[in-house]
């Protein structure tokens, strides 16, 4: 408990000089730690988004932290820096995939002192990064979430222009909004995430060991390419069973900033329960499937649970996540002749 405590004790103090000498453009953008007085069997690490900030993932840290975890959402490099950022003199934000690789695993090491078991996620930007720990360090990520990550654009010409083109992007902000983070950023800051989203999906296409990854995707989401969360999904889940995949139906609206109703998304609180049950649960996504399977033939969790003698492996939480899983396409996977023609 002393090493614990010390260890809690240095990295606050640590981070909080760090942060105070860039100096942060407001309180929203500082590194957000919910730590419990002892350590955890089950530790959080997530990273926000691309020119965005901890505060995205605040909800779901108060919860888990409510839950029993440890959780960690530190501030990404060269983001939350106060100045007069413009095209001419854009925010300082990498250029280089290095430095946000050796910053994930980094937080790898600091979550690994404070539970025994380290979760790592993201949203877009952030999610690329949690994709890539998984695969880096998959003995020692227990899973990875993935929320709507950056492994290319919606558009192939966009991504085009990033890969090849120069110069400053602003984003479509509503006259009068204040973003938290960054208005704008330099073209090459972001060409580093699109090509750490294709080794990611290089490698799983190859065969590479991952740590589970739940990839979680909405169809209303027009920044990213969906077609590409499941494409990865299907490599990752060919060499690791328990990998999951959810892809939200365009009747939520769920928008690419999906992490908290304030972003847009009013079913926020579903992440959470999402969360919950992937890193509480031991279920390969075949036998996820067949739970699915069995309920639409009007059996409860349950029973199928029961049944199927899951009962020590799912979490409290795993009912509610069923009622997300698209068994419309688990039956019409199972039966071709029901397929409209």
């Known amino acids: 408990m002393s090493n614990y405590s010390a260890t809690v004790a240095s990295l606050i103090q640590q981070n909080e000089a760090r942060e105070k000498a860039l100096p942060l453009k407001n309180p929203a953008c500082q590194s957000r730690f919910f730590l419990q007085p002892q350590p955890t069997q089950r530790v959080c690490v997530f990273f926000h988004g691309f020119t965005s900030t901890p505060h995205q993932f605040v909800p779901i840290g108060e919860a888990l932290f409510k839950a029993g975890y440890n959780v960690l959402v ?31 695993l980094k937080w790898l090491r600091q979550a690994q002192l404070l539970g025994s078991q380290v979760t790592v996620g993201g949203l877009s930007g952030g999610g690329t990064i949690a994709g890539w720990l998984a695969l880096e360090q998959p003995q020692q990520v227990h899973r990875s979430l993935l929320f709507a990550p950056y492994l290319s654009s919606s558009s192939k010409v966009l991504d085009l222009f990033v890969r090849l083109m120069d110069g400053y992007c602003a984003w479509n902000l509503k006259p009068g909004d204040e973003p938290l983070g960054y208005r704008g950023f330099a073209v090459a800051a972001l060409r580093v995430f699109l ?51 959810n892809r939200f139906s365009r009747v939520l609206d769920i928008p690419h900033t ?61 009912p509610a996540m069923m009622t997300l899983v698209d068994k419309r396409a688990i039956v019409l996977s199972r039966n071709p002749s029901l397929r409209p023609r």
Not at 81 to 96: M, T
């Open 195 to 245: 090509s750490l989203g294709k080794d990611i999906l290089d490698r799983t296409a190859a065969g590479a060991a991952t740590a589970p990854l739940f990839v979680i995707s909405s169809e209303s989401d027009r920044a990213v390419g969906n077609e590409d969360h499941a494409a990865l999904f299907k490599s990752a889940v060919a060499k690791q069973p328990r990998c999951w995949y």
């Open 258 to 318: 999906m992490m908290t109703q304030a972003e847009g998304n009013q079913y926020a609180s579903l992440l959470i329960t999402m969360t919950k049950a992937f890193v509480e649960s031991n279920l390969t996504w075949a036998e996820v499937e067949e739970i699915g399977y069995r309920m639409t033939q009007g059996k409860t969790f349950s029973q199928v649970v029961d049944g199927l003698n899951l009962k020590s492996r799912v979490s409290p939480d795993m």
């Open 74 to 104: 530190p501030l990404l490099p060269g983001h939350g820096q106060a100045g007069d950022w413009q095209s001419k003199s854009p925010p300082p934000l990498p250029e280089h995939p290095q430095i946000y690789q050796q910053f994930a």
